[in-house]
């Protein structure tokens, strides 16, 4: 069993910034890789970003691509989402997953322990 707990959402003005965090516990972390998501109210859960289990490779939604970065600590069991240049339109509960695989999911079946969330909300 996996547990996973984020932290670090809150409100925020447009052009802020929030950085994101997700202590895992449970399993050898730095074996899985890591993912974002977030699902704003009336709408499906989509991705945002996503980490292979080294932390090498990084991949993006197109909508956050030059304004969030994702990065782990394999040594803290921690996976992070630094959010920059927030637009009102970012505003959603945001989730960190974690997949059985060593590279990179995008899709949300790929994942199969979530968090509870943590809501962002960004004011115009």
């Known amino acids: 069993q996996v547990q996973l707990v984020e932290s670090g959402g809150g409100l925020v003005q447009a052009g802020g910034s929030l950085r994101l965090s997700c202590a895992a516990s449970?399993?050898?972390?730095?074996?899985?890789?890591m993912g974002w998501f977030r699902q704003a109210p009336g709408k499906e859960r989509e991705f945002v970003a996503t980490?292979?289990?080294?932390?090498?490779?990084?991949y993006y939604a197109d909508s956050v691509k030059g304004r969030f970065t994702i990065s782990r600590d394999n040594a803290k069991d921690t996976v992070y989402l630094q959010m920059n240049s927030l637009k009102p339109e970012d505003t959603a509960v945001y989730y960190c997953?974690?997949?059985?695989?060593?590279?990179?999911?995008?899709?949300?079946?790929?994942?199969?322990?979530w968090g509870q969330g943590t809501q962002v909300t960004v004011s115009a």
């Open positions: 997953a974690s997949t059985p695989n060593q590279l990179p999911r995008t899709r949300i079946s790929a994942y199969n322990y």
């Open positions: 449970g399993r050898t972390f730095s074996r899985y890789s």
């Open positions: 980490i292979s289990a080294s932390g090498n490779t990084t």
